[in-house]
């Protein structure tokens, strides 16, 4: 059975840091794209960066770049989200997903074909 744990959210004040993790299990994890997507409260998911299977390629969202990094350790087969300068908007419930594709159309949920449960961001201002 393939699982994704997300873990790491809290609650944060505005300018602050925060890594999120997610471990994968039940798959290879280097065989496939690892993201991370985001919903707040009334919006869409939005889909925030992705880090490709061998872990030397991103694409980034341009509402968090410079704010965000992904990284993957492979051996753990698990992904990092560090996100730091924190703004309240960026509150929502991160996802991390796996999916066989890596490329431009990173940001769309239907290319992922495994999802983790979901963390709660919240950020005071």
């Known amino acids: 059975e393939v699982q994704l744990q997300a873990s790491g959210g809290g609650l944060v004040k505005a300018g602050g840091s925060l890594r999120l993790s997610c471990v994968v299990s039940?798959?290879?994890?280097?065989?496939?794209?690892i993201g991370w997507f985001r919903q707040a409260p009334g919006k869409e998911r939005e889909g925030v960066v992705c880090?490709?299977?061998?872990?030397?390629?991103?694409y980034i969202a341009d509402s968090v770049k410079g704010r965000i990094a992904i990284s993957r350790d492979v051996a753990k087969n698990t992904a990092y989200l560090q996100m730091s300068s924190l703004k309240p908007e960026d509150t929502a419930v991160y996802y991390c997903?796996?999916?066989?594709?890596?490329?431009?159309?990173?940001?769309?949920?239907?290319?992922?074909?495994?999802w983790g449960q979901g963390t709660l961001v919240t950020v005071s201002s």
């Open positions: 997903a796996a999916s066989p594709y890596y490329g431009a159309a990173y940001d769309e949920a239907y290319k992922y074909v495994y």
């Open positions: 880090i490709s299977p061998s872990g030397g390629a991103t």
């Open positions: 039940g798959l290879s994890e280097d065989d496939y794209a």
